[in-house]
């Protein structure tokens, strides 16, 4: 049985939002289970709606792994009312009760590639990428990369990151970490000190290593 790529299944959204509160730690700055969900569900939908290309695993018919990525001069994905909605909503109720400490994330990974695109130019952002933590198959996200590494070889390809995620998933997979700025947030009281960075490549370069 191999990994096979296959289109997104409407009932797997809800999957992907769960990798998306785990993976990437957001119980470090939630600690309220319906808080948690919620963000979860604004963050899928909103790099979701962005996505020109949205590259989905299974493993024996189960949902293992996606990737989503936004590609200069492709069409999206997805346009979904409700979605947008959720997004546009979600997004100003964050603002009131998070303030700037949302903006200061944003922000700091805005100036990063700000500076990086004074010397090279990008084409494209992966923005969502995630396997089944409780998965035993090995290699989704080695999968994942290969297939949209065919479908857009040759683009400069950037992603943001942090210090709360797996990060080193990228260190060995050819791309090189371009900008890294400290800051610290200020989520309800509680001071959380992290490490935002941005990693690029040109992809289709270099062999993955498995």
């Known amino acids: 049985m191999e990994i096979e790529i296959k289109e997104l299944r409407k009932q797997d959204h809800k999957k992907a939002i769960k990798w998306a509160i785990k993976g990437m730690h957001l119980n470090r700055y939630l600690h309220e289970g319906v808080l948690l969900n919620l ?25 293992v792994g996606i990737l989503l990525a936004r590609i200069e001069g492709e069409k999206v994905v997805y346009k979904l009312f409700w979605k947008s909605l959720y997004v546009k909503v979600f997004n100003i109720l964050q603002k009131i009760f998070a303030g700037s400490e949302v903006d200061n994330y944003d922000m700091a990974n805005k100036r ?8 090279v130019k990008t084409d494209g952002e992966i923005v969502f990428l995630a396997a089944n933590p409780q998965s035993k198959v090995k290699g989704i996200g080695t999968k994942l990369l290969e297939e949209f590494e065919k479908r857009e070889k040759g683009k400069q390809i950037y992603l943001y990151t942090d210090d709360a995620c797996t990060y080193q998933f990228y260190d060995h997979r050819n ?25 690029s490549k040109k992809i289709g370069q270099y062999e993955i290593e498995k």
């Open 39 to 63: 963000y979860g569900k604004y963050f899928w939908n909103l790099e979701l709606l962005k996505a020109t290309q949205v590259i989905s695993a299974y493993y024996d018919n189960e949902f």
């Open 175 to 199: 791309f090189e970490r371009v900008g890294e700025k400290s800051i610290e947030l200020d989520i309800r009281g509680n001071k959380v000190p992290i490490i935002c960075m941005l990693y």
């Open 112 to 119: 990063m590639l700000e500076e990086y695109n004074k010397k």
